[in-house]
């Protein structure tokens, strides 16, 4: 009882001071809509173009979202020392870190259907299977959250947390098929792409949506959740190792 007292407690404490104050709303917001709005506007207003860039965009929502806004709390956290009194808590470390890093889930997943909800206004999304897109936005959004974890504790300043979140946002941005195709870059980028998360990630949601990915849904459910725990058991690790002495 103490653990789930301290679990809530600790949550919504990040809720109240990071992810619903009005500048980080309004971010959350605009920067999701931002990204619509100019795929959407370069594409057309076809049904067939926007509903082949959404889960793109959708995903890149997610990404930024998460790894901003996780790797800055985080980081900022272990600056001020405030994360040093979070560890009397009566709970273990990573049941600790599951709420440091529960807000930013949820600030991804809403952040993801923005992008959904501005294309209801222009175009048809029946035939969608929503319960697959619902479990890879989840999904998505754990592993970009703890990839932002795992940037957070590699880093010492709020800037170089940004910095190295860019390290790997960016070629995902371009090598996860989330607007070229995999199979239409170069042969020599393909095997770069396999071993991205998001690239797992965009196939799930381009399944669920459109129906025309490239790699087995199971197998995409499946990777997503080896490379959360993955990130996350190495990011535990490694606050056990540098941050507490």
């Known amino acids: 009882m103490n653990s789930l007292v301290a679990f809530w407690s600790i949550l919504m404490k990040d809720m109240k001071n990071y992810y619903l104050k009005p500048p980080n709303i309004s971010w959350g917001i605009i920067f999701p809509i931002s990204w619509t709005l100019m795929f959407f506007v370069r594409s057309g207003s076809g049904e067939v173009d926007i509903r082949s860039i959404l889960p793109g965009v959708m995903s890149l929502s997610i990404l930024f979202g998460t790894t901003s806004m996780l ?7 272990r600056k001020s020392r405030s ?26 997943i809403i952040n993801a259907f923005i992008p959904v909800i501005l294309a209801l206004l222009i175009v048809d999304l029946s035939g969608i299977f929503w319960l697959a897109v619902l479990a890879g936005v989840a999904l998505i959004a754990i592993t970009s959250t703890f990839l932002g974890l795992f940037i957070a504790v590699a880093v010492n300043e709020v800037f170089e947390a940004q910095t190295f979140s860019n390290f790997f946002r960016f070629p995902m941005m371009f090598l996860c098929g989330l607007f070229i195709p995999i199979e239409n870059l170069p042969v020599f980028l393909r095997p770069i792409s396999f071993i991205l998360p998001l690239t797992y990630g965009a196939d799930a949601l381009k399944q669920s949506i459109n129906g025309n990915g490239i790699i087995v849904p199971w197998l995409n459910f499946l990777t997503l959740l080896g490379f959360a725990f993955l990130l996350f058991t190495i990011s535990t690790r490694n606050i056990k190792k540098k941050w507490i002495y």
């Open 71 to 77: 790797a800055v709390t985080i980081t900022f956290e």
């Open 83 to 108: 994360f040093e009194r979070l560890l009397l808590s009566p709970i273990s470390l990573k049941l600790l870190m599951l709420a440091k890093t529960t807000g930013a889930i949820l600030f991804g």
